[in-house]
Structure formats: C-alpha cells, structure tokens
T-cell receptor, first 115, second 112 residues
Framework: DGGITQSPKYLFRKEGQNVTLSCEQN?????MYWYRQDPGQGLRLIYY???????QKGDIAEGYSVSREKKESFPLTVTSAQKNPTAFYLC??????????????FGQGTRLTVV | GEDVEQSLFLSVREGDSSVINCTYT??????LYWYKQEPGAGLQLLTYIFSNMDMKQDQRLTVLLNKKDKHLSLRIADTQTGDSAIYFCAERSNQAGTALIFGKGTTLSVSS
C-alpha cells in the first residue's frame, strides 16, 4: 500500500532535549512538508522540500531543522531552541508538477509533549 | 500576505445540510481543496475544485467557487454524525513552492 508514515504517534520530551520525528513516504513524491497544528490555529508550515537535498523554511521554522537525504524520507528535529514545542506535527507529500494538481497526502501525525 | 479564512464552528442536526464557507487571498490559485480531519488523525482530502469551474458535485458534497469574491464553500447534504470533524479549506501557496496554505479549520458538530 502506498502512503506516508509518521512515527512515533506519541512522543514525550524533557525540556532542553532535541527530538527527531520520522516521516517516510512510498508514493514517489518529490515534495514533502512539515506542518504544526495547535488548537484553533490551523496548520502552519514549518519546512518544505521540493526535491532531494534541498529544503526551504516555512512560516515558523525557528527552533526546527530538517534534512532530505533521500526522496522517501524527511525527518524533522525539534531542537531545544523551540520555546513552545508541544503540538501535533503533520507530515505531507505531493507531486511537484508545476501548474497541475498538487494534492497533498498526509501522515497520521505525531503528538509531541514536553514534560 | 497569504491568508485563508474560515468560520471556526458549525453545529447542525443529523439529516440537515451543512455549509462551510472559506475566503482565500490568491486570485491566481489554480486548485482549491477541502480536507477533513477526525480527532487525533491526519488530514484526508475530501474534494478539490479547479479554478475554471464554478461548481463540483461528488455524492453528498457540493463545492461552489466564486472567483470574483474569492469565496469557496462546501455543502454536505444529509449530514450524518460521522461527518463530525474539522474541515479545512486550502489553497496552493505562491511563496512556498507547492505547499498548501490552510485555514484555521471549521469544527462541524452533528447532533442526532
């Protein structure tokens, strides 16, 4: 089955620790994205990658880092510099096809809680 | 800047129609999307509409697009309790590659 997998589903972190969220897709999509969701805030774009070995900051990149060494994988690291990291994190992927439909497919999310 | 606006809450009775409204900013948006999110889950694409269309119907779902007013709506006919979820309107960003920009989401509550 083709899809996008995020792991783990729940993650607990102590203050001051870095933590990495996994995102893997087997849809052969070029583009991948990370969004953060807070209650009443909708989805806000953290980072996006249009192609392997390239990524760009979104609206709220401070305190986060990413890598895109493989087409299938786009891990997100939440660093200790992120002041309010408790949130629901969603990874998505889409074809990178210019003016054509770029429907995004989402993973099931990772809920990160700082304890 | 880019912004997608939605009302935050809608409450309906089972069997009624639900209408969720959205306004977007980018008049050059070629595709506009409606996603559904159930509690604790990711987003699931419900439907999308191409900008040269005024209306798209898919079973119980009807999407209306008014490009002049940059207004998009999603009508759910014969709303069921299983339709209770958060509904997001989205447009493609013109500043962030192929990323989608989402509204804050409308929480639909269906009572029996």
């Amino acid at each position: 089955d083709g899809g996008i997998t995020q792991s783990p589903k729940y993650l607990f972190r102590k203050e001051g620790q870095n933590v990495t969220l996994s995102c893997e897709q087997n849809l052969n999509h070029d583009a991948m994205y990370w969004y953060r969701q807070d209650p009443g805030q909708g989805l806000r774009l953290i980072y996006y990658s249009q192609i392997v070995n390239d990524f760009q900051k979104g609206d709220i990149a401070e305190g986060y880092s990413v890598s895109r060494e493989k087409k299938e994988s786009f891990p997100l690291t939440v660093t200790s510099a992120q002041k309010n990291p408790t949130a629901f994190y969603l990874c998505a992927s889409s074809p990178r096809t210019g003016g054509r439909n770029t429907e995004a497919f989402f993973g099931q999310g990772t809920r990160l809680t700082v304890v | 800047g880019e912004d997608v606006e939605q009302s935050l809450f809608l409450s309906v009775r089972e069997g009624d129609s639900s209408v969720i409204n959205c306004t977007y900013t980018d008049s050059s948006s070629t595709y506009l999307y409606w996603y559904k999110q159930e509690p604790g889950a990711g987003l699931q694409l419900l439907t999308y509409i191409f900008s040269n269309m005024d209306m798209k119907q898919d079973q119980r779902l009807t999407v209306l697009l008014n490009k002049k007013d940059k207004h998009l709506s999603l009508r759910i006919a014969d709303t069921q309790t299983g339709d209770s979820a958060i509904y997001f309107c989205a447009e493609r960003s013109n500043q962030a590659g192929t990323a989608l920009i989402f509204g804050k989401g409308t929480t639909l509550s269906v009572s029996s």
